[in-house]
């Protein structure tokens, strides 16, 4: 059962249930710090390991008058924006214009993006970093051809290659440094490990930092109800998800749309984070009951992560 779409009458009466277990108190931002948008529903890769090729959603093309209405209901809060979810970036060739509308007249606003790096083009990166970009980030699992073509499938290595260094050439010789964040991310698994230290060594002197995370596991990709982590989440503190269609979530994995929350068409961003059903669903996280919410009874996100810290 969805908070959203159930009996207000009864949510109560579940949230008291709740209450028989472990209890957490969790630092729940005033407002969103970070919200995410999905302009659009394409990637130009097809990765195994990611469900984005499982969307379907209507539009696939954010309209320009949602997007704007999520800038325009967080002016001035602080925001970082992430003009993207489950998909890549840059298939949606309107980035520039988002990246001005969201810092025109706004000092504290920050932009921010995820790219498997092949259709930034010379013209495309040029526009970014004129328009404000604060941080880009590259996602190049590999660094050989051998290496890297297994784990991203559909997309051209030489031209991932070519167009990131030259837009690492831009921002160092267009005197970004000090204004623009790059980083060079690889996933580690086995089939790449043994790059890890060349990787290192060939991508830090030409970005601001090179990190190597680990895959982690898409919630319902595989996890039955029994594996479900009984634990908060530090995934809801602070951020807030918005698809092509104006509907909310409370989580980037959720491909799927199983926490909705409400919708930027009909409500405020502001209203949607301070809603009845968003704060249901923190209070049932609050008791670490991951089972009683649709999208989280299949997630063992942050299963190792000792949130001693934060009990009542």
Not at 216 to 229: E, K
Not at 250 to 277: K, M, P
Request: glycine share 4%; hydrophobic share 35%.
């Amino acid at each position: 059962m969805r908070p959203d779409q159930a009996d207000q009458t009864k949510i109560p009466e579940m949230r008291q249930k709740t209450n028989t277990g472990a209890k957490w108190k969790m630092p729940y931002a005033a407002a969103p710090k970070f919200i995410q948008m999905e302009t659009v529903t394409k990637c130009n890769a097809k990765c195994e390991f990611c469900p984005q090729n499982e969307i379907i959603r209507d539009p696939a093309r954010m309209p320009v008058e949602t997007w704007q209405k999520i800038v325009d209901d967080t002016r001035g809060m602080g925001i970082t924006y992430r003009p993207f979810l489950t998909n890549e970036p840059f298939v949606d060739n309107r980035m520039p214009e988002i990246v001005r509308y969201i810092k025109q007249n706004d000092p504290t606003a920050r932009v921010e993006f995820n790219t498997n790096g092949e259709l930034v083009t010379e013209k495309m990166g040029i526009d970014l970093l004129e328009a404000g970009v604060d941080i880009m980030r590259f996602s190049i699992d590999g660094l050989s051809r051998e290496t890297y073509e297994p784990s991203r499938l559909g997309i051209n290595y030489d031209r991932v290659m070519e167009r990131t260094q030259r837009f690492l050439e831009l921002w160092d010789e267009g005197g970004y440094r000090d204004k623009v964040f790059t980083e060079l991310r690889m996933i580690e698994v086995p089939e790449n490990t043994h790059e890890v230290q060349a990787y290192k060594d060939f991508w830090q002197p030409q970005c601001s930092e090179v990190l190597i995370t680990k895959m982690y596991q898409w919630p319902w990709t595989g996890q039955q109800r029994h594996d479900v982590v009984m634990k908060p989440c530090l995934k809801v503190l602070d951020e807030l998800f918005f698809y092509s269609n104006g509907n909310a979530t409370i989580c980037c994995w959720d491909v799927h749309e199983r926490a909705v929350v409400g919708n930027v068409l009909e409500q405020s961003v502001t209203e949607i984070w301070e809603s009845y059903a968003a704060n249901c669903l923190r209070d049932i996280l609050d008791d670490g009951r991951r089972d009683l919410v649709h999208l989280c009874s299949r997630c063992n996100a942050y299963k190792d992560y000792n949130f001693t810290n934060f009990e009542l």
